[in-house]
DNA sequence: AAAAGCAGCAACCGCTTCGAA
DNA sequence: TTTCGAAGCGGTTGCTGCTTT
């Protein structure tokens, strides 16, 4: 936060509607190579006449490298009536739950599917709640023991739950994202490697063996623990799914997100830069001196 | 074959929160 | 402490393509 005075623009007309290949390959180009920083000077610096907060959103929901498209699996449905459950319209942290999913796609797809579906079968729950009240008075739908089925008909409380503090993982291949969400096959993928590192690629709940680190109290690194100001206890282990032995940071990523872990403690703590040039454990297909950014 | 209706999704809008000056 | 600008968030709108009549 907290942009610069000066780098105030001048009004210009922005652009409203759809973007074009054209807009989206500007954008990409521009925040891959020198990260987003103040979102106001994005559109100026890449030549885009829209404003900050549309390349913002269109970066979010996307163009950022990582996410997910096409249909939600069972398990990602699964969670996402867990956590709306939980937490009501909070998609921005439902969304931490789901990898590689928007805000903006859970909340479509609650709004134009799900809501319908928790609607429709509340009624049917409903209907059978009455026909068993009506027949059976020992009947106590609500005290039953657990239903392990959602509202929607799916086991949910044992699969869904598990969910809660621990990572997702699809195991509907049809969903399920590829290991590389760069053009081309996986052998190329190193290719497409950006030079800047982004937070949300290291979303939450997806790093292994944080829960630990996090209840202990170790592992917390400032800016004043990380490696560079020499601190020869700092380690990165958790960071070893970036170490790209196959050359494919999508796929290390995702077998990343496979393990569960603290998402706050994560997010709050690896926000600096500097605390990425954190030596062999890190993305070794980066120049750590050179080429990282982190944002 | 054309028009109407509908659903899905991308993008916009406005409010709130946060942080720097 | 106040002010102001940027970012974040959730609700809403509008476009597009598909289905139905």
């Not at 070893?240 to 196959?246: A, I, K």
């Not at 830069?273 to 954190?278: A, G």
Request: glycine share 8%; charged share 20%.
């Amino acid at each position: 936060m907290g942009c610069k005075s000066s780098e105030k623009p001048i009004k210009p007309k922005h652009r409203k509607g759809l973007w074009s290949p054209e807009e989206d390959q500007r954008l990409r180009n521009y925040v891959l190579k020198h990260g987003h920083g103040c979102w106001s000077s994005v559109p100026k610096n890449a030549g885009l006449q829209r404003n900050g907060k549309s390349c913002r959103l269109r970066w979010i929901n996307y163009l950022r490298p990582g996410l997910k498209r096409g249909m939600f699996c069972k398990e990602e449905e699964d969670t996402i009536l867990t956590f709306h459950r939980m937490l009501g319209n909070k998609w921005s942290q439902i969304a931490q739950h789901l990898p590689g999913r928007t805000d903006n796609e859970i909340k479509n797809y609650w709004h134009s599917y799900m809501k319908k579906k928790v609607a429709k079968a509340e009624e049917m729950k409903a209907h059978i709640k009455t026909q068993y009240t009506s027949s059976s008075s020992d009947i106590n739908m609500d005290s039953s023991p657990s239903p392990k089925m959602s509202a929607i008909g799916v086991p949910i409380y044992n699969s869904v739950l598990g969910h809660v503090g621990k990572s997702l993982k699809c195991t509907d291949q049809e969903s399920v994202p590829q290991t590389c969400d760069f053009p081309g096959d996986q052998a190329n993928c190193s290719n497409f490697l950006p030079k800047v590192l982004f937070a949300e690629w290291l979303s939450l709940d997806h790093v292994h063996g944080w829960n630990n680190i996090a209840d202990s109290g170790e592992g917390l690194i400032s800016r004043s623990d990380a490696p560079n100001s020499h601190n020869p206890n700092f380690q990165f282990t958790p960071m070893h799914g970036f170490s790209s032995n196959d050359g494919t940071y999508g796929g290390q990523f995702h077998n990343v997100q496979s393990h569960a872990s603290s998402t706050e403690m994560f997010n709050s703590q690896f926000k600096f830069e500097d605390q990425f040039i954190s030596g062999d454990d890190v993305c070794r297909d980066f120049n750590m001196n050179n080429d990282v950014m982190y944002i």
